[in-house]
């Protein structure tokens, strides 16, 4: 999982096992933020509408903004105001096809977890060494 600024720039990346219940992991990325403070909103797509991941990101003052499900019971909880900004996340996806020019990465040759999270770290750190320099 990863977290992108508002330029696109990798913030946060976490690794682990595949899960259908990749909210869950959320926290623990935002726990991997390498820069100052931790990011006040965060868009993700349909997948992250879920009320007790809200509350838990509300009470460390963080916004979650994601469109509802088209199955969801509970009242809405999202205003076309909010829901404006998702449509901003193909910054996301755009940080995802630059780490994709790393072919290390796109096959994963490791099975070691550490030793990948080192390469995407280090593709990571090339993509910001490239919008700066």
């Known amino acids: 999982m990863a977290i992108a600024d508002a330029a696109g720039l990798?913030?946060?990346l976490h690794t682990a096992s595949a899960s259908r219940y990749f909210i869950t992991l959320v926290e623990a990325t935002v726990n991997e933020t390498v820069t100052v403070g931790r990011p006040r909103r965060l868009v993700g797509d349909r997948a992250y509408d879920c009320d007790p991941l809200d509350d838990r990101l509300a009470a460390d003052d963080i916004e979650l903004i994601a469109p509802h499900k088209c199955n969801?019971?509970?009242?809405?909880?999202?205003?076309?105001?909010?829901?404006?900004?998702?449509?901003?996340?193909?910054?996301?996806?755009?940080?995802?096809?630059?780490?994709?020019?790393?072919?290390?990465i796109v096959t994963r040759w490791e099975y070691?977890?550490?030793?990948?999270?080192?390469?995407?770290?280090?593709?990571c750190s090339m993509i910001l060494l490239r919008r700066y320099l």
């Open 112 to 123: 070691d977890d550490q030793r990948f999270t080192g390469f995407v770290h280090l593709a």
């Open 72 to 104: 969801r019971v509970r009242p809405a909880t999202q205003d076309g105001r909010k829901l404006r900004r998702y449509k901003r996340r193909w910054k996301i996806e755009r940080m995802f096809a630059w780490l994709n020019k790393f072919r290390r």
């Open 10 to 12: 990798p913030v946060a």
